[in-house]
């Protein structure tokens, strides 16, 4: 009799923790909308493979003042990435396609520069393709087929040996899609309708192209020059990339069958969850479709996802058994991302800036060049003795000025703190935590050979 009592006040309290923490988000959100102007978001919360917060705020479309609500449909962006690179694996499973294979293999016509590029160089932004989503000609409306695809990106030198550097490629994507065709006989979508979106009963995620009427469709904006606005419409063509429109009540339907089998074999999540090893032996930490690696102790498998008007994030940290998906209609660049790390530090305090412990640095004058370097553009001084030509003109855009204003409204730096350093992709990183008077920063800095600052990118905030 003690022990079923001591088991129910268990689950009652461990119930009640949950709620609390549940109250929380909203309040979470909520704030996050009204500082980043965004007008809507929907939030999925999964702990232990059950969703314990699923919820919309703002509004899907400011015209008609509709609220977003679990089912309002958002264009996810790249999160789109490990939906497709799942769709290769299960052609791996079928035995259709093989990872190591030459993408010539399964495409026609391609160039005699990509001849050593392989599936598996594709899938992890190793192929040394350039990224189309740099160049112009891929607008939407043309619709490329598979053949004009190729034809048009084939000009395009590689930029580097195929597994020797990581740079992130769109271009890639869109070849995976024509592979998946391909291989499977059947378009992108149908394959994706039949062997994913239909098993797993994701009724509202589908393509994005709006020639298509899909019920309860998000508005996407931007917010510039202190207002509101509707996104540019002259759209890029992203197909297999990040086309891909859903809801948090799908993609949670897709997050929990990613733990068990219910659609990929246990080896073929593995395979996807696994840094790449370039050429050099050094391990990159992006997988198949989501980046891979470990985040203050956590085990972390993430993507974020951007298109124009929209932003969205999908993390899973795998130690603490947390997920969180966030869709929101704003085109601010991680505006996803950063509502999603607020939330999973609700429930992981661990992983909360406040933890983060200072370290010592090494080089001391470094720590002042930061110190003078982050005071001066946060009032958007941009001093050349100080600053690269190139993060200068990064720094000399009105959305950039508008970022730094907001970051100096919360107060002056009242403590610089170096948190830690690593190098990556042959550069080295410096993480600097600063502190004002209400909120705690993260700041990714890199110095060029010149001693200049190359790289001031916030990486992370929250409340003190």
Known sequence: MKTKNLVTIFIAIFLFAVSINADQVDEIVRAQLAERHIPGAAVAVIKNGKVIKMKGYGLASVEFNVPATPETVFE?????????????MLLVEDGKINLDEKISTYLPNTPEAWKDVTVRHL?????????????????????????????????QPLEFEPGSTYKYSNSGYSLLGYIIESASGKSYWEFLRERIFGPLKMTNTADRDPQFIIKNRATGYEWENGKLVGRDYNLTDLFSAGAIVSTVADLAKWDIALRDETLLKTSSKNESWKPFILTNGKENSYGFGWNVGEFRGQRLVSHGGQTAGFAAN???????????IVLTNLGTQGAGSAIARAIAKNYIPSISLKALKTQTQTDENIS???????GDVLQNKLNPELLAENLIKTLSTERAKAENSRI???????????????TSNGKRIYRYKAETSKRLFLWRISVNDEGKISEMVLEEEEPV
């Open 123 to 155: 899938l992890t932004h190793t192929s040394g393709v350039k990224s189309y989503t740099s160049l112009g000609g891929f607008e939407l409306s043309k619709r490329y087929k598979v053949g004009d695809f190729i034809k048009e990106l084939s000009p």
């Open 368 to 374: 002042k060049l930061v110190k003078t370097a982050l």
């Open 76 to 88: 996810i962006g790249s999160v789109s990435k490990q939906i497709t690179a799942a769709a290769v």
């Open 314 to 324: 999908l993390s899973r940290y795998r130690d603490a058994d947390l997920d969180v």
């Open 408 to 422: 100096s409204s919360f107060g002056k730096i009242k403590k610089l703190d170096f948190v830690g350093d690593e």
